[in-house]
């Protein structure tokens, strides 16, 4: 057999059954491999060896990795830990539901980590290493008597609720009770109110609520002044792929997008939803709207209010949320979110458009599931993504194994 003279390499390409060559006029080749194992391709199109990585801490079942420049969490059997750089980690809490239940999470620029799985949701004080509450829990429904002759409530049918108050939040309102006044110059005892509650209530026969008791159990009159700011919200449901962005929290539930109250996570409303005929599988924000993806197509929900925004398909299925947001992406910018498509690896530009990095390139198989994140090393951005594969309980997912390739170096693709 004839031998061969390699020039370099162009990069992996796993559609073609068995790599490829490209010949030149001086008889060398350029090869483009089926897969490059812990290897880069530099710019050159030499191969690098990559350096190897030091362990920093043993984790049985470890999951759900997830950092910023100062915080490293992960989660395994059950728990949610946090690293340090000397190796050393801190148990934060336990976390419901199944123990190899992905965890997703959002930070806020306060350093506030919302962290929620499917069946499990919580806060992370990161300065003070304490996983709280999500949310303020809805009172129970008032329980109310008419008193007559100790107050000025004229006669009439009036409402009245709940909500809770923590650290000078108001929470979301809970059931509503009726009580019917029978005569002028009465008051409403409120026979189960907790002293952290704020009782609201309407006007006889109206529909408002309005502040109308806190310290007292007792309701002697009602000052229009303030209206219920928290009228049908309340906290939220586990989400997945959450994120802060136009100013609320968003995420995901089978196949219904959910946002917040403006600024408040913490409140959501019934109706603040976008409903889809089949179950979401990502969920990526732009400057001007967001991705979110299906397993038969990608559609573009463009703008940044709710109620204003338009929807659109602009792409393909994609893999289970195998996403990271990346920086000095060629002719699209930085905070640009890239993902596995079933036909490859794709940008989502801010304006709404799609690009395919990969091209013919790279393809992963239906229903893959994977993370993914952005790095920069050597001064070069890259995009690593690892893939999951059917192994025993315990194995792990490697970074290393022939499913795992980078694809996006500096703005190139491999």
Not at 58 to 67: F, M, Q, Y
Not at 131 to 142: D, F, L, Y
Not at 261 to 283: H, Q
Not at 347 to 353: D, L, V
Request: charged residues 20%; proline residues 6%; glycine residues 12%.
């Amino acid at each position: 057999m004839k031998p061969l003279t390699i020039r370099g390499f162009s990069g992996m390409n796993n559609v073609l059954p068995e790599g490829g060559f490209s010949g030149h006029e001086d008889g060398t080749m350029t090869a483009t491999p089926k897969v490059v194992l812990n290897a880069d391709v530099l710019p050159n199109q030499r191969l690098k060896v990559r350096p190897g990585y030091r362990l920093l801490a043993n984790l049985p079942n470890a999951h759900s990795v997830w950092g910023t420049r100062s915080i490293l969490l992960a989660a395994s059997e059950g728990r949610l830990y946090r690293f340090y750089p000397d190796g050393s980690k801190v148990n934060l809490c336990a976390i419901g539901g199944p123990h190899d239940e992905k965890l997703f999470y959002a930070a806020t620029d306060q350093g506030t980590i919302y962290i929620s799985s499917r069946h499990w949701m919580g806060i992370l004080d990161a300065a003070q290493n304490t996983v709280g509450a999500w949310g303020i829990a809805i009172p129970e429904q008032p329980v109310l008597a008419e008193v007559g002759g100790s107050g000025s409530l004229k006669a009439g049918r009036y409402q009245v609720c709940y909500t809770k108050l923590a650290d000078g939040l108001i929470g979301g309102s809970g059931m509503i009770a009726e009580i019917d006044i029978h005569a002028d110059n009465a008051s409403i005892s409120l026979l189960n109110k907790p002293a952290d509650v704020v009782a609201w209530a309407t006007d006889p026969d109206g529909s408002t609520f309005y502040r109308a008791a806190h310290e007292q159990p007792v309701i002697a009159a009602i000052d229009t002044v303030e209206p219920l700011p928290t009228f049908l919200c309340g906290p939220p449901a586990p989400m997945r792929f959450i994120r802060v962005a136009f100013g609320r929290m968003w995420g995901a539930a089978d196949n219904r997008l959910i946002y917040s109250e403006p600024y408040r996570y913490d409140l959501y409303k019934a109706t603040s939803v976008f409903s889809f005929p089949d179950n979401i599988r990502l969920v990526a924000f732009v400057h001007g709207g967001i991705f979110v993806g299906f397993d038969d197509r990608t559609v573009f929900l463009q703008g940044t209010e709710p109620t204003g925004m338009s929807e659109v398909i602009v792409g393909g299925g994609v893999a289970r949320n195998i996403l990271a947001y990346c920086n000095n992406v060629p002719d699209m910018g930085s905070r640009i979110p890239v993902w596995v498509a079933k036909d490859g690896l794709v940008a989502g530009g801010h304006e709404g458009s799609i690009v395919r990095i990969t091209k013919d390139r790279l393809q992963f198989p239906a229903g893959t599931e994977g993370s993914a994140v952005s790095r920069t090393v050597n001064g070069q951005d890259q995009f690593v993504a690892s893939f999951k594969q059917e192994r025993p309980r315990g194995s792990g997912v490697g970074f290393g194994d022939s499913a795992t390739c980078e694809v996006v170096r500096n703005g190139r693709v491999l």
